[in-house]
């Protein structure tokens, strides 16, 4: 129930492509989205975030979908570039059962070739 | 920019044996946190600190670890009697109104238990 999936695993992308991430969840006391970038080395910082009354928001080239009966929720990376090369976590958390704890994904590696 | 500060970056210990890992978080910020990862698995919440108290802890967080605001500034974690499988990356963040609001996170500090 507190399980967030991510899919895929690993992408490569080239350069000026679409980079396309997607997440499900089962807890439907979820209600804040958020994703993560990570660098190696570097801690998670956080990239966009999305709560279930919208279905899309958008920052610049990137782009959160949200389909709340189905539970998904995904990230599209327009223009990708390869500064875009890092791990993409997506996460969600509850302000109404849990409001300190985020749930994050596995996690996707992300590659994007000139 | 205000960040996240943690020392050391990296700590090798042996096993049994007890580790402080230490966290400046940004100075305006209410809430604290730790998070692990596993090299090469995905970001696990260990525990969060509001009003000089634990407001949520994971099942992970067990009597093995405490957390403490022991002056106003920093924030650490002590894992006692540390195992193998407590090598991982320790992640702290902080941020100003909770869970909905960004997250700020360190560099992280690698601890390996030998």
């Known amino acids: 129930q507190q399980q967030v999936k991510q899919s895929p695993q690993s992408l490569i992308v080239q350069k000026g492509g679409i980079s396309i991430i997607n997440c499900a969840y089962e807890n439907t006391a979820f209600d804040y989205f958020p994703w993560y970038q990570q660098f190696p080395g570097k801690g998670p910082a956080l990239l966009i975030a999305i709560r279930p009354d919208v279905s899309e928001k958008k920052e610049g080239r990137f782009t959160i979908s949200f389909n709340k009966s189905a539970k998904q929720f995904s990230l599209h990376i327009m223009d990708s570039q390869p500064g875009d090369s890092a791990t993409y976590f997506c996460?969600?958390?509850?302000?109404?059962?849990?409001?300190?704890?985020?749930?994050f994904g596995p996690g996707t590696s992300l590659s994007v070739i000139p | 920019e205000p960040e996240v500060t943690q020392t050391p970056s990296h700590q090798v210990t042996q096993m049994g044996q007890e580790v402080i890992l230490r966290c400046v978080p940004i100075?305006?910020?209410?809430?604290f946190y730790w998070y692990r990862q596993i090299l090469g698995q995905k970001v696990e919440f260990l525990v969060s600190f509001y009003n000089n108290e634990i407001s949520e802890k994971s099942e992970i967080f067990d009597d093995q670890f405490s957390v403490e605001r022991p002056d106003g500034s920093n924030f650490t974690l002590k894992i006692r009697s540390t195992k193998l499988e407590d090598s991982a990356m320790y992640f702290c963040a902080s941020s100003t109104l909770g869970v909905d609001t960004e997250a700020f996170f360190g560099q992280g500090t690698r601890l390996t238990v030998v």
């Open positions: 996460a969600a958390s509850s302000m109404k059962t849990s409001y300190d704890k985020v749930i």
């Open positions: 100075s305006n910020h209410l809430y």
